[in-house]
Nanobody
């Protein structure tokens, strides 16, 4: 059973930066993809970024602004968020899939097996 704990959310002004962390209780070779999703008030949860082995994937609306990475030695996933906008305000979730996902599949939240509790990011304009 994989447990995920996000941290690093908070309130930031537009144009600012935040770094989210996601600590995993178990991190083995069987975990193929780690991803970030977000859910804004009144909206569905959407894909933000994912990392599969050493490859990274991003939603178009965060390309060039967000970077995801992971430290296997620390069992931790990161999301570096720069040039934040008010539209980035949401609860951010990390997730893990133990499946061999395709590039298309890693953007689908239904393909993920374990989820963190989420961390709130609020960007003031």
């Amino acid at each position: 059973q994989v447990q995920l704990v996000e941290s690093g959310g908070g309130l930031v002004q537009a144009g600012g930066s935040l770094r989210l962390s996601c600590a995993a209780s178990e991190f083995t070779f069987s975990i193929y993809v780690m991803g970030w999703f977000r859910q804004a008030p009144g909206k569905e949860r959407e894909f933000v970024a994912a990392i599969r082995w050493s490859d990274t994937y991003y939603a178009d609306f965060v390309k060039g602004r967000f970077t995801t990475s992971r430290d296997n030695a620390k069992n931790t996933l990161y999301l570096e968020m720069n040039s934040l906008k008010a539209d980035d305000t949401a609860v951010y979730f990390c997730a893990v899939s133990t499946r061999a996902l395709t590039v298309g599949g890693l953007r689908d939240e239904r393909r993920y097996d374990y989820w963190g509790q989420g961390t709130q990011v609020t960007v003031s304009s």
